[in-house]
T-cell receptor, first 114, second 113 residues
């Protein structure tokens, strides 16, 4: 059982470059989420998707975009990376978007923007 | 917007010591509360959650947490910690439904032998 996979594991990126972080889940979960984790700030929600074909903005959406073409994949794109986007990015999923559903997290992608 | 405060950023305990990690949130309405844990090199995973009913909830590995509405708190406890409890612990709150969580800044727990 893979659960949630994220790619790449880590990446160093020049400022201004475009980057897509990949997230795939094999649990047939409807809801998916992207968080960033920064020292001293905890995890903050970037974007979410309650079901395939829909997306929404979280707490810190600026500079990021997402798409949800199917149930399994939820890529996060940085159109033009900036150093403040240096962070660890976690993808998560839950069976539904209901508050009772546990979120399952991927292993994270460590991104450094220089 | 709601916020979640974890006042203990780093905690060091000896094995068998008791643990209590504080979590306070700022929202006056109905809340759903969570504790997540991230062991070294592992994914973030759920320890326990509270939605309604008994305010004392029990989770995995002997952890429990108590929801005190009047204090806006959801503190995590364990009577006797083990070296394997070394991890980072995050409190999280959902206030608006839709499972969009607001996380605290985390508490790094180190348990020494």
């Amino acid at each position: 059982i893979a659960g949630i996979t994220q790619a790449p594991t880590s990446q160093i990126l020049a400022a201004g470059r475009r980057m897509t972080l990949r997230c795939t889940q094999d649990m047939r979960h409807n809801a998916m989420y992207w968080y960033r984790q920064d020292l001293g700030l905890g995890l903050r929600l970037i974007h979410y998707s309650n079901t395939a074909g829909t997306t929404g903005k979280g707490e810190v959406p600026d500079g990021y975009s997402v798409s949800r073409a199917n149930t399994d994949d939820f890529p996060l794109t940085l159109a033009s990376a900036v150093p403040s986007q240096t962070s660890v990015y976690f993808c998560a999923s839950s069976g539904t978007s209901g508050a009772t559903d546990t979120q399952y997290f991927g292993p994270g992608t460590r991104l450094t923007v220089l | 917007a709601q916020s979640v405060s974890q006042h203990n950023h780093h905690v060091i305990l000896s094995e068998a010591a008791s643990l209590e990690l504080g979590c306070n949130y700022s929202y006056g309405g109905t809340v759903n509360l969570f504790w997540y844990v991230q062991y070294p090199g592992q994914h973030l995973q759920l320890l326990l959650k509270y939605f309604s009913g008994d305010p004392l909830v029990k989770g995995i590995k002997g952890f429990e947490a108590e929801f005190i509405k009047s204090k806006f708190s959801f503190n995590l406890r364990k009577p006797s910690v083990q070296w394997s409890d070394t991890a980072e612990y995050f409190c999280a709150v959902d206030t608006g439904g839709g499972n969009k969580l607001t996380f605290g800044t985390g508490t790094q727990l180190k348990v020494e032998l």
